[in-house]
């Protein structure tokens, strides 16, 4: 716009000038380097016109020249991006149709394109660890990192590949670290649980535990299966460091209600039985049953290597008079009866259990007895009995 309003001053100049200039064009001379020009000064005005007008057509050329080289530039480009998206699209699908190397190649190929350069690499490291090359996960994850050190991404990502190659001090240390930053992140609290698993880290699951109850992450049957098995892994390990003595003294610091659990007691009383402790598990044992009988804990009384039985089979009794058909109870007494000798009470006792229900251990038992008896014929009817029933049913033949 201002060009054309110059040229257009420009001729409206001339029509003032031209005709006063006529008939006195004038006088110009040029001297350089001993060679001489001579013109009007009409013609001056004319070439510096035209040369102007050279210099405005050589500028509008140049910059359709430019505006084309930028097209094509934006062209290439927008086609390298297209391409990109394709190759990121096949390499994902084939990342998750278990074709690991192909996919690893179409997404680090397209991350210099990509419109998300950090998604390529994560899923490539995915890839390199399916196909066992940790090396080549690492260094995705390392190209991650120099483009964004603080993604949350990446660092569950590598958390989470960490943990599946079995790498979990490395995994446990990331997730530490988003726990600082990201504290109810729910990939990180399952990665977490799972990680304190695998590494039988009990006592801080046991911390982790209202945690997840919070962010609902595990229902009440699983949390209970959780928190008795982190319970359970704390006495395992107070007991192999300090012995039947400081797990005592530990069971008695819980809580009453985690006391009241049978099968944290049932496990405390494994580990009393394997430190020679027996008499002290019996003692628990029954002023535990004394107060809510539990099948679990009846069954583990014939396993305690007690110096004198006849307690436990007068409590046994007792409780027979409150159920006379529970037929663990009928088992316990039979057992505890055999390891007495008292052949044909507890030959009483295991018939009266497998009245009331099938377990081959009680077959099993009451042969055992039969044979003292002398009662060889009975004793194999009742091994091939137990013998069918321990062993898988064939299919019929065909």
């Known amino acids: 716009m201002i060009r054309l309003l110059l040229l257009v001053l420009v001729l409206a100049a001339g029509l003032v000038v031209g005709p006063q200039l006529a008939g006195h064009q004038g006088y110009v001379l040029i001297s350089a380097a001993q060679q001489t020009i001579e013109m009007s000064v009409t013609t001056l005005l004319v070439l510096i016109a035209a040369l102007?007008?050279?210099?405005?057509?050589?500028?509008?050329?140049?910059?359709?020249?430019?505006?084309?080289?930028?097209?094509?530039?934006?062209?290439?480009?927008?086609?390298?991006q297209r391409k990109a998206r394709q190759q990121t699209q096949t390499g994902l699908m084939k990342l998750r149709e278990g074709e690991w190397k192909k996919a690893?190649?179409?997404?680090?190929?397209?991350?210099?394109?990509?419109d998300a350069p950090m998604h390529n690499l994560l899923a490539a490291a995915e890839a390199a660890q399916q196909?066992?090359?940790?090396?080549?996960?690492?260094?995705?994850?390392?190209?991650?990192?120099?483009?964004?050190?603080?993604?949350?991404?990446?660092?569950?990502?590598?958390?989470?590949?960490?943990?599946?190659?079995?790498?979990?001090?490395?995994?446990?240390?990331?997730?530490?670290a988003i726990k600082r930053q990201h504290p109810r992140?729910?990939?990180m609290l399952s990665l977490l649980k799972?990680?304190?698993?695998?590494?039988?880290?009990?006592?801080a699951l046991l911390n982790l535990l209202p945690t997840l109850k919070k962010a609902q992450l595990l229902n009440s049957e699983q949390?209970?299966?959780?928190?008795?098995?982190?319970?359970?892994g704390v006495m395992s390990h107070v007991a192999s460091q300090k012995g039947a003595e400081g797990l005592l003294a530990h069971w008695n610091q819980l809580p009453k209600a985690k006391r009241n659990q049978p099968a944290l007691l049932a496990g405390l009383v494994h580990?009393?039985?394997?430190?020679?402790?027996?008499?002290?598990?019996?003692?628990?044992?029954?002023?535990?049953?004394?107060?809510?009988?539990?099948?679990?804990?009846?069954?583990?009384?014939?396993?305690?290597?007690?110096?004198?039985?006849?307690?436990?089979?007068v409590m046994l009794e007792e409780l027979l008079t409150r159920d006379s058909h529970n037929p663990v109870v009928h088992s316990a007494l039979g057992?505890?009866?055999?390891?007495?000798?008292?052949?044909?009470?507890?030959?009483?006792?295991?018939?009266?259990?497998?009245?009331?229900?099938?377990?081959?251990?009680?077959?099993?038992?009451?042969?055992?007895?039969l044979d003292k008896l002398n009662q060889g014929q009975a004793a194999s009817d009742i091994s091939r009995t137990a013998l069918k029933m321990a062993l898988p049913e064939r299919p019929p033949a065909a």
């Open 52 to 80: 102007i007008a050279v210099l405005w057509a050589l500028e509008w050329v140049l910059r359709k020249l430019f505006s084309m080289s930028s097209t094509a530039s934006g062209w290439l480009s927008g086609r390298k």
């Open 104 to 114: 690893e190649k179409l997404l680090a190929k397209a991350r210099s394109h990509s």
């Open 131 to 176: 196909r066992q090359d940790l090396h080549a996960r690492d260094q995705y994850l390392q190209h991650a990192a120099d483009i964004n050190a603080n993604s949350l991404a990446l660092a569950l990502t590598r958390a989470q590949l960490h943990s599946q190659s079995g790498q979990y001090e490395q995994a446990l240390a990331s997730l530490r």
């Open 185 to 187: 992140n729910p990939v």
């Open 194 to 203: 799972e990680t304190y698993i695998q590494l039988e880290d009990w006592s």
């Open 223 to 232: 949390l209970n299966v959780l928190y008795e098995r982190a319970e359970l």
């Open 271 to 313: 580990h009393l039985s394997a430190r020679n402790a027996d008499s002290e598990a019996y003692i628990l044992l029954r002023e535990t049953l004394k107060k809510r009988p539990d099948d679990r804990l009846i069954a583990l009384i014939p396993t305690l290597n007690l110096p004198d039985s006849y307690p436990a089979v």
């Open 335 to 369: 057992q505890l009866l055999m390891q007495a000798g008292k052949w044909q009470d507890a030959r009483s006792h295991f018939e009266q259990a497998l009245e009331y229900r099938t377990d081959v251990s009680d077959y099993a038992y009451l042969a055992d007895v």
